[in-house]
């Protein structure tokens, strides 16, 4: 195991929700990025997180949003939520840049989501 | 721009067998690593092995290994001596040294029969 868990497993939202999804990253990495994973496809990146502050982001519209907490974990928060955003939502935890971030990107199970 | 392109949408392979699971890349940084996950049904993206482009030796972990030829750009994993438990989806990706994303690419079913 990773040690890099998500929650919740599974969800269902309706569509013009909002929700969030949780990652406690694994011990020792303060790097959290965050992908989405549609059906049958490779996944793609949304954002990461640093030191609390997003630290790059992928085209994702602003209604994705996240927090790091002092702890490494992390949140991400869709808004207003679509059909389409229905997919695996994947958190990767990493250490920062310069100490072996090269070579370290470890995932959670993940979190379904389904948008009905 | 960053591109993985994997060629092979699925893959049946008999068990004990080898295989070799197909990647290329495309980077104008001349400092990346490059990724092999292995993502089982239960969707939990497992890292297999890492390839950094400075690297002068193929990368092994176990069963697996990382056929890195940096001219052609290519990644391909190989799985030594296949095993029913081997069946997932698969994917490369990449990472540059001047970026925070990893890049996956469009994944391999492999399917490894008795």
């Known amino acids: 195991e990773t040690g890099v868990t998500q929650s919740p497993t599974h969800l269902i939202k309706t569509r013009g929700q909002q929700v969030t999804l949780r990652c406690s990253s694994q011990s020792g990495h303060n790097t959290v990025s965050w992908y989405q994973q549609a059906l049958g496809q490779g996944p793609q990146f949304i954002f990461q997180?640093?030191?609390?502050?997003?630290?790059g982001r992928g085209n994702f519209p602003p209604r994705f949003s996240g927090l790091q907490f002092p702890n490494y974990s992390s949140e991400l928060n869709v808004n207003a939520l679509e059909l389409d955003d229905s997919a695996l939502y994947l958190c990767?935890?990493?250490?920062?840049?310069?100490?072996?971030?090269?070579?370290?990107?470890?995932f959670g199970q993940g979190t379904r989501l389904t948008v009905v | 721009a960053q591109k993985i392109t994997q060629t092979q949408p699925g893959m049946f392979v008999q068990e004990k067998e080898a295989v070799t699971l197909d990647c290329t890349y495309d980077t104008s940084d001349p400092s990346y690593g490059l990724f092999w996950y292995k993502q089982p049904s239960s969707g939990e993206m497992i890292f297999l092995i890492y390839?950094?482009?400075?690297?002068?030796q193929n990368a092994t972990e176990g069963r697996y290994s990382l056929n890195f030829q940096k001219a052609r750009k290519s990644a391909n994993l190989v799985i030594s001596a296949s095993q029913l438990g081997d069946s997932a989806m698969y994917f490369c990706?990449?990472?540059?040294?001047?970026?925070?994303?990893?890049?996956f690419g469009k994944g391999t079913r492999l399917h490894i029969l008795p």
């Open positions: 990706a990449m990472r540059e040294r001047r970026d925070d994303k990893i890049i």
């Open positions: 997180y640093y030191r609390e502050e997003e630290n």
């Open positions: 390839q950094g482009s400075y690297d002068q």
């Open positions: 990767a935890s990493s250490p920062a840049r310069g100490q072996g971030a090269d070579t370290e990107a470890f």
